[in-house]
C-alpha cells in the first residue's frame, strides 16, 4: 500500500498534525520515522494515506500547521521526498 509520511519535528507537532487531520475526517497515524528519514535521528510522522495528500496539506495549512518533510513509499518498501 502506498501512503505518505508526513515528518513532525516533535512529537507534540505529530500529535497536533495528527488531531487536525482526524477532525477533518483524514485517518492519520503517528509513529516514530524510519532511520532513513529522519535528518535529526528523533523525529515522529503522521502516516495518511496516499488519496488524501492534497486535502491533508490544505487542512494542515489552515491551522498553521507546517510540515518538515513529506515522504511517499516506494514499491519496494523504500521512501523518495515528496514535493507537495
Same mark, same amino acid.
Given at each position: 500500500m502506498i501512503y505518505y509520511l508526513i515528518v513532525c519535528? !516533535?512529537? +507534540?507537532?505529530? #500529535? #497536533?498534525?495528527? $488531531? $487536525?487531520l482526524e477532525r477533518a475526517g483524514i485517518t492519520a497515524h503517528i509513529l516514530r520515522s524510519p532511520k532513513s528519514i529522519s535528518a535529526t535521528g528523533c523525529s515522529h510522522s503522521v502516516k495518511i494515506s496516499q488519496r488524501r495528500l492534497a486535502q491533508a496539506l490544505t487542512v494542515l495549512k489552515r491551522v498553521d500547521l507546517t510540515p518538515a518533510q513529506i515522504f511517499i +513509499?516506494? $514499491?519496494?518498501? !523504500?521512501y523518495r521526498e515528496a514535493q507537495p
Open positions: 519535528r !516533535s512529537l +507534540t507537532y505529530a #500529535q #497536533q498534525t495528527a $488531531a $487536525a +513509499t516506494e $514499491a519496494d518498501g !523504500s
